[in-house]
């Protein structure tokens, strides 16, 4: 069982900058790939990145390219989402997924635990 919880949303102006942060439980976490996915009022949940049980391979959403960051450390059983260059489009729900394949993937249905989400607003 792998509990998690996010920290580090919030409100920011476009062109700002936020840290999400997902801490895990669980003394398996270095084997999990890890996620982060947002839902927007009224819209799908969608995936945004993810990161490998190593560290070594990341996925982006094309969208966010350039922008964000995905990076994990197991001694301290997180991982964190820096975002640059915020938009108005990345207002949404950011959740922390955990995959038990250890790969990293942008299908929502192949994660096996989720957090509860933090609130992210980019105002224009």
């Known amino acids: 069982q792998v509990q998690l919880v996010e920290s580090g949303g919030g409100l920011v102006q476009a062109g700002g900058s936020l840290t999400l942060s997902c801490a895990a439980s669980g003394r398996t976490f270095s084997s999990y790939a890890m996620g982060w996915f947002r839902q927007a009022p009224g819209k799908k949940r969608e995936f945004v990145a993810a990161i490998g049980w190593s560290g070594r391979r990341t996925y982006y959403l094309d969208s966010v390219k350039g922008r964000f960051t995905i990076s994990r450390d197991n001694a301290k059983n997180t991982v964190s989402l820096q975002m640059n260059s915020l938009k108005p489009e990345d207002t949404a729900v950011y959740y922390c997924?955990?995959?038990?394949?250890?790969?990293?993937?942008?299908?929502?249905?192949?994660?096996?635990?989720w957090g509860q989400g933090t609130q992210v607003t980019v105002s224009s």
């Open positions: 997924a955990a995959d038990n394949s250890g790969s990293p993937s942008y299908q929502t249905a192949t994660y096996d635990y």
